[in-house]
């Protein structure tokens, strides 16, 4: 860690990034020969989220998607902690670092809990491989494109499997056009999961054993393994106590300006799908505006004029959905396509090349 600091003298300005997935690790990789940059995550690695489906029935793709922070952020520093308080020049984590900041990058997207280490996280896609691999028959709570993606992989990999989707909207993927979602349903019954719609399960009240499953309609469903993929929050509940928390939405979402900065407040970002931009939450997205900051903050450590600013534009999203290996149902402005085409694009290697490519990593190979 040599060469932190500018090679003609002077002092870099610290910035801060709190969260290190999509968006976060992505600045983070950007700016760290531009600046003294902290990045904080609870994790010692960035796992792409959209291979994680494939993990759990083929855990050697993990290899690839789950990356030490330290793989690309080879000028930066790394705290493994969660953020749970700012001060408008402090960042608080629950381990008690006290980091100051000049700027600061918000990049907490949804909350989740994972495993603190790479190491433990490719034991627990093992683990959970092992099990859908023993289990005759599978449930999986929620029909939005987690749910169908994991329904799909599972039935792709293990087509002997009895697997059962329940979903308590009246289609699947309410949030893309109706018709995609009815041929992801039809090519879920051609590969026999059972979808069944407009019922949903009390999760409060599961005890851990539990292998029978009683919907709001009151079938019974058995299962050897259940997966809920209800989705989660947006994780700024940390922000709630802080002189951030006019700043949040009543999604819990952070309201930013047109430059990406937290309205109102000159050196604070906020970034990817825990912002208030109204355009789908997607990678794609989270990684463009990760290039939109890092930019605006360049600028503004080189101090340059605020209206040399770049502007982040939300865009209707193009969305792919990935059933198996091989196809997928992509909605894109003007038209849906289902199978081959559209898994070209995504099902193979669901983006891993492209965002390890993206982070300066050999797209193909993992480090170890
Ligand atoms: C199964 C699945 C499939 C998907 N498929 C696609 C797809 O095909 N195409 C696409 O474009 N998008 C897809 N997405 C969506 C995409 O993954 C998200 O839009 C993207 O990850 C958002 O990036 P982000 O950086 O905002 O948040 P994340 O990538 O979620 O990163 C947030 C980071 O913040 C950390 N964090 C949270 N709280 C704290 C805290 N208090 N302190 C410190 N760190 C914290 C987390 O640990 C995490 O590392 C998919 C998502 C999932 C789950």
């Known amino acids: 860690m040599g060469e932190r600091q500018p090679e003609l003298g002077g002092v870099w300005k610290r910035v801060v990034v709190v969260g290190g997935g999509v968006a976060?690790?992505?600045?983070?990789?950007?700016?760290?020969?531009?600046?003294?940059?902290?990045?904080?995550?609870?994790?010692?690695?960035?796992?792409?989220?959209?291979?994680?489906?494939?993990?759990k029935v083929e855990p050697a793709f993990a290899e690839r998607s789950v990356i030490y922070h330290k793989d690309y952020?080879?000028?930066?520093?790394?705290?493994?902690?969660?953020?749970?308080?700012?001060?408008?020049?402090?960042?608080?984590?629950?381990?008690?670092?006290?980091?100051?900041?000049?700027y600061l990058v918000v990049a907490t997207g949804h909350s989740g809990s994972f495993p603190r280490t790479r190491r433990e996280r490719l034991t627990e896609f093992r683990t959970e491989h092992e099990e859908i691999r023993?289990?005759?028959?599978?449930?999986?709570?929620?029909?939005?494109?987690?749910?169908?993606?994991?329904?799909a992989e599972i039935a792709f990999d293990f087509p002997q499997k009895k697997v059962t989707l329940?979903?308590?909207?009246?289609?699947?993927?309410?949030?893309?056009?109706?018709?995609?979602?009815?041929?992801?349903?039809?090519?879920?019954?051609?590969?026999?999961?059972?979808?069944?719609?407009?019922?949903?399960i009390d999760l409060d009240n599961l005890s851990e054993e539990s292998k029978t499953f009683e919907t709001s309609s009151g079938e019974s469903i058995r299962a050897d393994r259940l997966f809920v993929c209800t989705g989660n929050p947006p994780a700024s509940d940390w922000?709630?106590?802080?002189?951030?928390?006019?700043s949040i939405d009543r999604?819990?979402?952070?309201?930013?300006?047109?430059?990406?900065?937290?309205?109102?407040?000159?050196?604070?970002?906020?970034?990817?799908?825990?912002?208030?931009?109204?355009?789908?939450?997607?990678?794609?997205?989270a990684q463009q505006q990760a290039l939109v900051a890092a930019k605006n903050l360049k600028v503004l450590m080189e101090g340059g004029q605020e209206r040399k600013m770049a502007i982040y534009k939300?865009?209707?999203?193009?969305?792919?959905?990935?059933?198996g290996r091989q196809d997928a149902v992509a909605q894109f402005q003007y038209s849906t396509w289902i199978g081959l085409v559209p898994g070209m694009i995504k099902s193979k290697d669901l983006f891993v090349g492209k965002t390890r490519k993206k982070l300066g990593l050999d797209?193909?190979?993992?480090?170890r």
Request: no cysteine; glycine share 8%.
């Open 24 to 55: 976060g690790s992505l600045i983070a990789k950007t700016l760290q020969f531009n600046a003294d940059v902290t990045l904080v995550d609870p994790k010692d690695y960035f796992e792409i989220p959209y291979a994680s489906l494939r993990s």
């Open 73 to 102: 952020l080879t000028n930066g520093r790394l705290i493994v902690g969660k953020a749970i308080s700012i001060s408008n020049s402090q960042v608080l984590t629950s381990e008690g670092h006290q980091i100051s900041y000049d």
């Open 134 to 151: 023993s289990a005759d028959s599978i449930l999986i709570v929620g029909g939005g494109p987690v749910g169908v993606e994991l329904a």
């Open 166 to 200: 329940v979903h308590e909207g009246s289609r699947l993927m309410e949030f893309i056009g109706a018709k995609a979602a009815v041929k992801a349903l039809q090519w879920l019954k051609s590969r026999r999961v059972e979808v069944m719609l407009r019922q949903s």
């Open 239 to 246: 922000l709630r106590e802080t002189f951030l928390k006019d």
């Open 251 to 285: 999604f819990g979402n952070v309201k930013v300006d047109e430059n990406l900065r937290v309205k109102g407040y000159k050196n604070v970002f906020a970034v990817g799908d825990i912002t208030d931009v109204k355009e789908i939450k997607q990678g794609y997205f």
């Open 314 to 323: 939300a865009s209707p999203g193009k969305i792919i959905v990935s059933l």
């Open 363 to 367: 797209p193909r190979i993992a480090d």
